[in-house]
């Protein structure tokens, strides 16, 4: 929530901060998916099949964020960053319990990881959240394994939305 609109704020243009700004996101993921994997927090079959439903959406995504224009990119920023900052104001609610075993996946999850992965390739901003919550309401309810779970999907899908925003000359290289 903070990188993005500080690159905005320094001058790059909202499309190609947005593509800047994946750089820094996928070393620090694939930083924190290798620690995670060392540390045998995650099931990497589990985790690659996970990553692979985002990545057609994180592709899409990344395509429609280059060509939707500074315009309405800015617009869709600014509500999704007013509804971010007021996510952190709401009241916390204690997580229901679901009758699901823990570690066995909804019929739900794959489909939103698609959605997620679009949202993801689009934009980044907050997405570590809504991987958080989708992971412990429909995979599992262990915190570390849903953030060794979030951090390998984000690794893998950005790789490909990153190489999109640098083919179609949307990375500020001296500002990654």
């Known amino acids: 929530m903070l990188t993005?609109?500080?690159l905005i704020f320094v001058g790059l243009d909202p499309i190609t901060a947005n593509?800047?700004?994946?750089i820094g996101i996928f070393v620090e993921n694939v930083t924190a998916a290798r620690t995670f994997c060392h540390h045998n927090l995650v099931?990497?079959?589990?985790g690659v099949k996970l990553?692979?439903?985002?990545?057609?959406?994180a592709i899409?995504?990344?395509i429609a964020s280059v060509h939707i224009g500074n315009f309405w990119f800015q617009r869709i920023l600014v509500i999704v960053l007013a509804f971010s900052t007021a996510s952190l104001?709401?009241?916390k609610r204690a997580i229901e319990r679901s009758e699901r075993p823990d570690g066995v996946a909804s019929p739900w999850l794959y489909p939103t990881m698609l959605g997620l992965g679009f949202y993801g390739g689009f934009m980044q901003l907050g997405i570590g959240f809504l991987f958080i919550f989708t992971l412990r309401h429909l995979l599992t309810k262990n915190l570390a394994h849903v953030n060794a779970y979030k951090t390998l999907i984000i690794a893998v899908y950005t790789l490909p939305a990153t190489l999109i925003f640098?083919?179609?000359?949307?990375i500020h290289w001296g500002s990654a």
Do not use: E, H, I, Y
């Open 43 to 46: 099931d990497l079959k589990t």
């Open 19 to 22: 593509g800047t700004n994946r």
């Open 51 to 57: 990553a692979l439903w985002t990545l057609p959406g």
């Open 89 to 91: 104001f709401s009241p």
């Open 4 to 6: 993005l609109p500080v």
């Open 166 to 170: 640098a083919w179609m000359g949307q």
């Open 60 to 62: 899409l995504g990344a």
